[in-house]
């Protein structure tokens, strides 16, 4: 007997309480975007290239840089410098990145208590914010100053936020359990 694919498994398991009556139905995650800001170092060369390559080594892949649309004055940004870093994972290296987000990464953040369901947005995407790039594996030999804070961002195929929450969960997210009527809308 042929063991039940991923999709397979996760359209048995909300079948119910969605009322799939495909498995096509059931959402699956479309990719798991990882980036940054490079704040005031945009002109630091080694700052940069630093960022570059812890993305690298917590990702797997060479991140692309992401240029600012306009000036802002007050940032001294000019239109065209480097901002930000982004990178979007796909098919195994998003499972694998996810996997070990949740198993290796969550348990080591320091007063980690859970995500808040209210980060999952309308269109079912969750995006998360960490504040410290050294916990992840790849990058916990590192020296205290050049900490930078790491975006992630799971986009999925659920249709509203209640389905991409209940699919999350069952994912293995560790999403906390809404508390009182601000946590739940």
Known sequence: MATAT????????????????????????????????VGK????????????????RITG??????AAKKAIANFKSRTGDIV??????????????????IHIVFPRTKDFRGISPKAIDEM????????????????ADEDSKDIFGIAVTIVTTAKNKKEAE??????????REATDAKDSK
């Open 166 to 175: 209940a699919y999350l969960r069952y994912l293995g997210l560790p999403l």
């Open 6 to 37: 991923p999709q397979h498994q996760t359209f048995t398991a909300l079948k119910g309480d969605f009322g799939y009556t495909s498995v096509m139905q059931a959402p699956k995650v479309v990719k798991v975007v990882v980036s940054t800001g």
């Open 84 to 101: 930000g870093y982004q990178v979007s994972l796909r098919g195994a290296r998003a499972k694998a990145f996810l996997d070990k987000l």
């Open 61 to 66: 892949q060479a991140p692309a840089p992401r």
């Open 124 to 139: 079912g995407n969750i995006t998360i914010g960490m504040k410290e790039h050294i916990v992840f594996p790849e990058t």
């Open 41 to 56: 170092s945009n002109k630091d060369k080694k700052r940069l290239e630093l960022i570059v390559d812890r993305l690298t």
